[in-house]
């Protein structure tokens, strides 16, 4: 989202300012070994398996990573042949699947190269395990430093150098790095690192292109402590779309900064599809093999973890008036990424369709543009129109949702409607918005409430964790990213007495 400055009143201004400006595009240093692994990140692939993906500065013949259950024995190995690259980056984003591991196990694993360093990661949970766990929601989380954010007009908050230590403690990753044995994954749907705003700042205005792919090199870089112990699960936001957020002029991005392409070579080979069910039901073993096919990752996916089932959206293309697709309302001509349009709403139908409660009681949505939100004029009304009646047929438990950068929680809530049970047993969905984390472009004030609004927070970056208790029991947490205080603390009980939902 761009709330206060817009990219548009930049351009405008550029052809005088730029005259007394420097180029300077602050990239972090290439390793004197090109092998070295940078920019880290792992995903939860399937029940017993994950994906390690990092990038170098060269390409590699076969990546591959030695894993094993002790610091001091890692036995085993998988390799790929999969290390790729895109017009204008200076990398090549690799990634290796590793199979058949024992549930909830601590692995460590290093990455085969000459520079490269002891790393650690959980397996995850199988579907079905009732142990209670948590989870970070962290969404709109941009660059730290020289190109990276600032509260508007608060100059404590801004940070002057290039690269900062992410254990910085008024940030989002040094929170998450404090905390990192509080939670098991990371969600994040959407505006991941704001490369787009290369523009906001006067240093990149003579060198634009450079300065998208510094400040994506640098966010990765800086995300990477977390990233490559905790897996960290994506869809799309508008930041991701094209080179700078300016409406209908995408076709004058360099390829390979147009049409979503940097979170495609990043994350599409590393995200999975969905999960085979687990459930002894037909119908549903017949709905989610309907979803994987359907599935359309890094766009949308799903995956179970536990005592839950979590589905990624994207709000950002492949449905009716979808904002960032030709002819929608933000200009940005992204996508579509679907064979047809309905392909995004017949896989999400299909796999809510397929969740057994008996198995994962718990069901989350995760999308980028929110529907309900205080202030004015961000809600997206598409989105609302595209999603909203899937999320009540199939009794969505909690919708998490950014685009917004402050942290909202509401009632839950259908057609604008609060439902009257409230928090105990509604029929509604739960709705979020985490869009707090920091970012170039600050907070947004809370604005205009609305009546089904419960929470609302401004003041300082802050963002999301989920802690699912029970099978009847889902606790949402809003954290002060600097202090760590609980802003905001709200327990959803659901009673999950049906084994498939249908409403």
């Known amino acids: 989202m761009m709330d206060t400055l817009t990219p548009l009143t930049l351009v405008k201004g550029l052809p005088l300012l730029a005259l007394g400006v420097a180029a300077g595009a602050t990239y972090p240093p290439i390793p004197a070994d090109l092998t070295t692994p940078v920019q880290h990140r792992i995903a939860i692939n399937s029940p017993t398996s994950v994906r390690i993906a990092w990038n170098t500065y060269q390409q590699l013949s076969q990546p591959c990573v030695q894993y094993g259950t002790s610091p001091s024995s890692l036995g085993s190995q998988s390799c790929s042949t999969s290390s790729i690259t895109y017009p204008t980056s ?33 397996s995850p949970r199988l579907p079905g395990d009732k142990t209670p766990f948590n989870i970070s929601i962290v969404i709109d989380l941009g660059v ?12 404590t908050k801004r940070d002057l150098i290039p690269l900062i230590d992410p254990s910085l403690n008024h940030t989002t990753i040094g929170r998450l790095r404090d905390n990192i044995d ?20 006067a240093h990149n205005w003579l060198d634009g292109k450079d300065g998208y792919q510094a400040i994506t090199e640098t966010f990765f870089d800086q995300l990477a402590p977390i990233s490559a112990r905790k897996p960290y699960m994506t869809s799309p936001g ?18 390979g900064q147009k049409n979503f392409t940097d979170f495609i070579n990043r994350f599409g080979l590393v995200l999975p599809t969905a999960f085979s069910s687990t459930s002894p039901d037909s119908a549903a073993k017949v709905n989610a093999n309907k979803a994987r096919l359907l599935a359309n990752p890094p766009f949308w996916y799903s995956f179970e973890y536990g005592m839950a089932h979590i589905v990624m959206i994207d709000t950002e293309t492949d449905f009716e008036d979808a904002p960032d697709q030709p002819g929608g309302s933000a200009g940005l001509n992204g996508g579509p990424f679907g064979s047809y349009l309905r392909q995004q709403l017949d896989f999400l139908e299909a796999d809510l369709a397929s969740v057994d409660r008996s198995v994962t009681p718990w069901v989350v949505a995760a999308g980028h543009r929110p529907w309900y939100t205080t202030g004015s004029g961000d809600d997206c009304q598409p989105c609302k129109k595209a999603f909203e009646p899937l999320f009540y047929k199939y009794g969505v438990d909690l919708g998490v949702f950014g685009h917004v950068h402050n942290s909202q929680r509401f009632a839950p809530v259908v057609n604008d409607t609060a ?24 907070l947004t004030k809370v604005g205009k409430n609305v009546s089904t609004n419960r929470f609302a927070y401004d003041d300082a970056f802050s963002y999301a ?21 609980i802003l905001d603390r709200s327990v959803l009980f659901k009673k999950h007495d049906q084994k498939f939902v249908v409403q």
């Open 90 to 122: 200076r990398t090549w984003a690799n990634v290796v699947t590793i199979n058949d591991l024992t549930p909830a196990t601590t692995y460590y694993y290093k990455i085969v190269s000459t520079n490269s360093t002891l790393e650690t990661f959980t």
């Open 144 to 155: 730290y430093g020289k190109d990276g954010f600032t509260i508007e007009q608060d100059k």
């Open 465 to 485: 964790t989920v802690n699912f208790l029970d099978e009847q029991r889902m606790q949402v947490d809003f954290i002060n990213s600097e202090t760590g205080a």
């Open 182 to 201: 509080k939670y098991e994954f990371i969600v994040h749907p959407g505006d991941i690192g704001y490369a787009d705003d290369w523009i906001l700042k």
């Open 238 to 255: 508008n930041h991701e779309a094209t080179c700078q957020e300016v409406p209908k002029t995408s076709g004058l991005c360099p390829s």
């Open 419 to 442: 439902d009257p049970a409230g928090m105990e047993n509604p029929k509604a969905p739960m709705y979020i918005v985490a869009g707090g984390a920091g970012n170039v472009e600050g």
